[in-house]
């Protein structure tokens, strides 16, 4: 990548070349006409791409296409969807123990640390990346065949099969964050743009994943429409074949026990940063404060008498609607948000979230009828609301994830950042599940749902109260102390190198 000047992505006349836009209106307004008609964003996006290949490699960008667009990002979505459907309707088990179920699907996600150390240190045939991606496609097709092949699959058979497809996602997630952190490291000025393809990806993703989900449920049922997934998993089998990375074979399996050591001794070192420890304590904080009340709202969403009765295919609708929506906040950030400090931005985020929340309240209380807003209408703009700021929420996340982590261990650190994460967004569902439990929301009794979702979001405002833990440092800043950032950095490379190295 190139540095942050370097952020419009249309050509521009030199600097000593002023052009009056108006005298061209007045002397050809066919100009003005055409030049609004032009594919201006597609332009920019193409142009986008191409320097982001002609920067990293063109098979970083290809893999993190892949993996966070079809993987995570249609995967993702689908799964959320069908799954939903799956327990509600197939299994016939209480929102309350689905929150929890659902709450496993993390167990992958904060064994992060462990994928990162076997790609980092334990490679196969001189490859660290390649093999793993291979094996996270084997295991994601494989769960996935059982789970919509046989009928009748007992609840822990099914939970079983549901967590090898988290955690497929979760190890090819772990293999290009790697790669994504080591080129943040490198190039911290050209961070957020990473981080900018990683949301447009996962949020284009989603949008597909989201709009056929209803519509294979609808038509095929749950069970069978799981078996889709088998398509992203196989391809991760391709990509680990197709992935251009450099073979090295120098006895690194001899010494293999040593890096593990020495990694784990870097991690540590690290983590006692107050750069670090404070930040990350904010990240889980800010996850596991916001419970999820979703499964006691999605069973109130679909119940024909005690909530508006949304059909499979509404359903799946209002979700694709969001990730268009959440496409929307990838812009407003890449566009306008990127350069401002951490603290601000995530201040301002969450105080929004926090607010956005009430949109909720106010759906579940159906007040939204006394006020004249139809139910899907009003569905959808709190779904867009909501996802727009979920994700300027989070992509700062991400930046600052990737701010922390030293060199030569930055796989293995990243992913334990993100393991972090994923154990607040685990307590966030463990938490609404027992508020759900405790509060008596059923499958078909929802008087005190409206409690649930206002202690949720009087838990997210006592977030603000955390914010100090984040550095005021703007984004393009190095947080690192500079003997930590170096102390790992003479360590061999275990990015995907460039195809000109």
């Known amino acids: 990548m190139v540095s942050s000047e370097t952020q419009d992505l249309v050509k521009k006349p030199p600097a000593d070349t002023p052009v009056n836009m108006s005298l061209l209106e007045e002397d050809d307004p066919s100009i003005i006409h055409e030049k609004k008609n032009s594919p201006i964003i597609s332009f920019e996006l193409f142009q986008w791409l191409g320097m982001l290949s002609k920067e990293l490699n063109p098979s970083f960008v290809f893999g993190v296409v892949l993996v966070y667009g079809l993987s995570q990002g249609f995967s993702g979505s689908f799964f959320r969807v069908v799954t939903d459907y799956y327990w509600k309707d197939v299994q016939k088990v209480q929102p309350s123990a689905v929150q929890l179920y659902i709450g496993l699907y993390y167990i992958p996600w904060l064994m992060k640390p462990i994928w990162g150390l076997l790609t980092d240190v334990f490679p196969v045939s001189g490859y660290r990346r390649r093999p793993y991606f291979i094996l996270a496609g084997v295991i994601g097709t494989f769960s996935a065949l059982v789970v919509s092949i046989h009928s009748k699959l007992p609840v822990v058979m099914a939970l079983i099969c549901l967590i090898g497809i988290a955690g497929s996602v979760a190890i090819a997630d772990v293999i ?47 069970q069978e429409a799981l078996g889709i997934l088998t398509v992203p998993a196989a ?27 020495g990694a784990m001794s870097g991690m540590c070192a690290t983590m006692k940063c107050p750069q670090v420890w404070k930040p990350s304590l904010y990240m889980y904080l800010s996850l596991a404060l916001s419970i999820s009340t979703h499964e006691g709202q999605f069973y109130w969403y679909t119940d024909p008498k005690a909530g508006p009765a949304f059909s499979q295919d509404f359903v799946g609708m209002i979700y694709a609607i969001g990730a268009m929506a959440s496409i929307v906040g990838v812009l407003i950030y890449h566009k306008v948000l990127k350069d401002y400090p951490f603290r601000n931005l995530l201040f301002s985020a969450q105080l929004l979230y926090s607010l956005s929340g009430v949109l909720d309240l106010v759906f579940v209380l159906r007040w939204n009828l006394k006020l004249g807003i139809p139910d899907y209408l009003f569905v959808v703009m709190e779904e867009c609301v909501s996802r727009i700021i979920t994700r300027i929420r989070w992509m700062p996340m991400i930046v600052l994830s990737t701010k922390l982590c030293p060199l030569g261990i930055e796989g293995t650190f990243f992913a334990l950042l993100m393991c972090i994460d994923s154990l607040g967004a685990l307590s966030s569902k463990w938490g609404g599940g027992v508020v759900l439990h405790l509060l008596h929301v059923t499958r078909t009794d929802f008087r005190n749902l409206w409690l649930a979702v206002l202690i949720r979001n009087l838990l997210r405002i006592s977030t603000l109260g955390l914010i100090f833990l984040v550095p005021k440092a703007h984004q393009s800043d190095i947080l690192l102390p500079s003997d930590i950032s170096m102390k790992h950095s003479s360590e061999e490379s275990l990015q995907l190198v460039t195809m000109n190295e």
């Open 235 to 261: 391809l991760l089998i391709v990509l680990g074949f197709v992935i251009y990375e450099q073979r090295k074979i120098h006895n690194v399996e001899k010494k293999a026990f040593e890096k593990v050591g």
């Open 176 to 222: 290009i964050d790697a790669c994504i952190a080591r080129n943040s490291i490198e190039k911290p000025s050209l961070a957020p743009d990473m981080q900018s393809l990683c949301g447009f990806c996962s949020s284009i993703g989603a949008l597909l994943g989201y709009s056929t989900s209803g519509l294979f449920v609808h038509h095929i049922g749950a």
